[in-house]
């Protein structure tokens, strides 16, 4: 058995792309001859869910105390373990040389942070902020310490194509950045509704043009964008599942443009319940400036509802322009109404619904096991 530590910042029961990630994936690596640990941050240090491996907990109490803390556990697993798997940036762990070091990269972390902390303007884009130089002390360090913790790794492991070349932009050779997509969870099941009993149950309109979008509400997500370009389609609905700090100025931009009674904010929708308005929208919306590869793109295809998506990040990786959903310009306001305006088109949805469940092939459950597997079996 190869000895392996999970060092994340996040996992079960919270929510969040590598808690459950984690969680879904570690039986499978167990039962290929693995033994797992796993070290996390954790607002709930004695969650009642038992796991069939170690997890140790450190609570978010203030930064020093936490990082301390974390760097005392990770001394002791980084002795017990084999090789160690890490899940997330600038965590207190020093790992030595002798002992592979494995990474999963999802995303940009200096560029959240800078636009987190105020460090950049909040509409910064991602890619201009790969090769932009900055003066700002703070984000030049960041962006220091995130390249030179790459270049540490022995391996990273990506979600996209997209992703694969940002970290090799920071230095990491690329051949040793290994793209395996994401997938749904198996546990991850489309609702058995129709279409029509799906609005039924919504009390939405079987005639009502509706588009969804779902996720935080942050700057780079283009849900003011989505709201502007509604004007198009005068008598579309945009339902907006998720809350954040933007909120208010969204609504604000919804007075704005005329369209207040088109939108509805529904604020955070219980989970449960997300795969019940995808089946009911016409389409689900993300005109986003930044994903690695988003869960939403596969659960909106999962369930048979094509996507407007921008162009951005890895996107064009899942949704094949005229395939299974449209692909759009960013940013360009003008663009996505147009969008807006073809999508409703008679008979367009219906064709693009047509190749939803199939382009999900290449984002199989099985896929993402075994090609982590292979990248995890070349250094153990």
Do not use: C
Request: positive net charge; aromatic residues 8%; hydrophobic residues 40%.
């Amino acid at each position: 058995m190869t000895k392996l530590l999970i060092a994340t910042g996040i996992f079960h029961p919270e929510s969040g792309g590598p808690a459950t990630y984690l969680y879904h994936i570690l039986p499978h690596l167990q039962a290929n001859g693995y033994d797992v640990r796993v070290l996390t941050y954790s607002d709930d240090t004695h969650p009642s869910t038992p796991y069939p491996y170690p997890v140790t907990r450190i609570p978010r109490r203030a930064v020093p105390l936490r990082l301390a803390h974390y760097a005392n556990e990770a001394r002791r697993a980084v002795q017990w373990a084999d090789m160690v798997y890490q899940h997330t940036l600038m965590l207190p762990i020093q790992v030595p040389s002798r002992k592979p070091r494995l990474l999963k990269v999802v995303g940009d972390q200096a560029w959240e942070r800078a636009v987190r902390n105020g460090w950049v303007l909040p509409t910064t884009d991602v890619d201009h902020f790969q090769i932009r130089r900055y003066w700002n002390p703070l984000v030049r360090l960041n962006k220091l310490m995130r390249r030179r913790e790459v270049r540490r790794m022995d391996a990273v492991i990506v979600p996209s194509r997209y992703l694969q070349r940002m970290v090799a932009g920071w230095g990491m050779t690329s051949q040793r950045v290994h793209v395996v997509y994401n997938a749904l969870p198996p546990d991850h099941h489309a609702t058995h509704l129709t279409r029509a009993e799906a609005r039924a149950e919504l009390s939405i309109p079987l005639e009502q043009p509706t588009l969804l979008y779902v996720g935080r509400l942050t700057p780079w997500k283009g849900v003011d964008d989505a709201i502007v370009a509604l004007q198009a389609v005068p008598d579309a609905r945009l339902l907006v599942a998720g809350d954040g700090e933007i909120r208010p100025i969204l609504e604000s931009i919804a007075h704005e443009a005329g369209v207040a009674e088109l939108v509805t904010f529904m604020g955070t929708v219980e989970r449960r319940r997300i795969p019940i308005y995808m089946k009911a929208a016409d389409y689900v919306v993300l005109y986003s400036g930044y994903e690695g590869l988003s869960h939403v793109l596969l659960e909106s295809l999962s369930a048979g509802t094509p996507v407007i998506a921008s162009n951005k990040g890895g996107n064009p990786e899942v949704i094949r322009h005229q395939q299974n959903g449209l692909l759009v310009e960013y940013a360009n306001v003008n663009a996505l109404a147009h969008a807006f305006q073809e999508a409703f088109v008679a008979e367009q949805r219906e064709r693009l619904v047509q190749h939803t469940l199939s382009s999900l092939e290449t984002f199989s459950f099985d896929r993402m096991v075994s090609g982590t597997l292979a990248v995890l079996n070349l250094y153990r």
